[in-house]
């Protein structure tokens, strides 16, 4: 038995926990479903048998699944941040979550369809609006803030000037 990981990420979800670690550990590097869980009796949200906790790996990071039930959703204050090296790499990231009942939002962000928000990151895009010529930070900036997806091209473009 592998010892547990000192510090864990729980996630709830109602009734999705076991179908989303699958997604993740099917989408993304350095993941993987480590166990599945049963209820031992009846809970608020399910029955005796039904799955209860998910655990899981994403990307490294350790999680847990907690199928609670309504009630407790999502929002943008958690999110995976997924940097990435190149535009295919975001898209491939970024078109798997949407295309598998997601939503898109603003500046890299979008949400699984469990609810759970992602920010699919280009290292590009932290350097550039990081930099210390406040111009081009700037830039970049108001350049993603105009972004669903990251554009790596529209990035380095503004970087340029």
């Known amino acids: 038995m592998a010892t547990p990981a000192k510090n864990t990420v729980c996630l709830w979800y109602d009734g999705g926990a076991e179908e ?5 550990a099917d989408t993304f590097p350095d993941s993987f479903v480590r166990a599945v869980h049963h209820a031992p009796g009846d809970f ?4 005796q048998g039904d799955v209860l906790t998910v655990e899981f790996t ?7 699944g907690l199928n609670g039930g309504p009630g407790v959703t999502h929002n943008e204050s958690f999110s995976f941040q997924v940097s990435t090296h190149d535009q295919a790499e975001t898209d491939r990231y970024w078109n798997a979550i ?6 898109e939002s603003a500046c890299g ?15 590009v895009l932290i350097k550039a609006v990081t930099n210390p010529d406040p111009a081009v930070a700037k830039r970049a900036f108001d350049a993603m803030m105009q972004m669903r997806k990251i554009n790596i091209a529209d990035i380095e473009a503004a970087l340029h000037g």
Request: proline share 8%; glycine share 14%.
């Open 20 to 24: 989303a670690a699958r997604f993740y």
């Open 44 to 47: 608020p949200s399910g029955k």
């Open 58 to 64: 994403v990307m490294g990071i350790p999680c847990l």
């Open 98 to 103: 949407v295309s598998n009942g997601g939503k």
């Open 109 to 123: 962000w979008c949400k699984d369809k469990w609810g759970l928000s992602w920010q699919i990151t280009p290292a």
